[in-house]
């Protein structure tokens, strides 16, 4: 799933109605870009506590890929940056899985 633009409570609703339904197809992992978000508020933070939730509940490796240094800032400030899996880009997140 990519994100575009800032995510705050206008459009926080629109991107839970966009990730929840990824967890009824059953998969092993969501991976969220972040790389074309330069802000995030507390709603936006909320709906990502709400995909960790479900992610945990179900079994499933949810990662939050590329987020600004702004982005990062407000995981931090909110004690959220070592509750989820971080990775600094796509850039080779899947290289070697399904090999064996």
Do not use: W
Not at 19 to 30: A, N, S
Request: charge should be negative; proline fraction near 6%; aromatic fraction near 8%.
């Amino acid at each position: 799933m990519s994100l575009e633009g800032e995510l705050d409570m206008s459009n926080s609703p629109d991107v839970r109605n966009a990730l929840l339904p990824l967890f009824k197809d059953e998969p092993t992992h969501i991976v969220v870009d972040l790389s074309r978000v330069p802000y995030v508020d507390s709603s936006g933070i909320a709906t990502f506590v709400e995909g960790l939730q479900l992610s945990r509940k179900n079994n499933v490796r949810f990662t939050l890929a590329g987020a600004t240094p702004a982005v990062e800032a407000v995981f931090d400030l909110a004690y959220l940056k070592n509750v989820f899996e971080m990775i600094p880009s796509l850039e080779g997140l899947f290289e070697g899985e399904g090999k064996a």
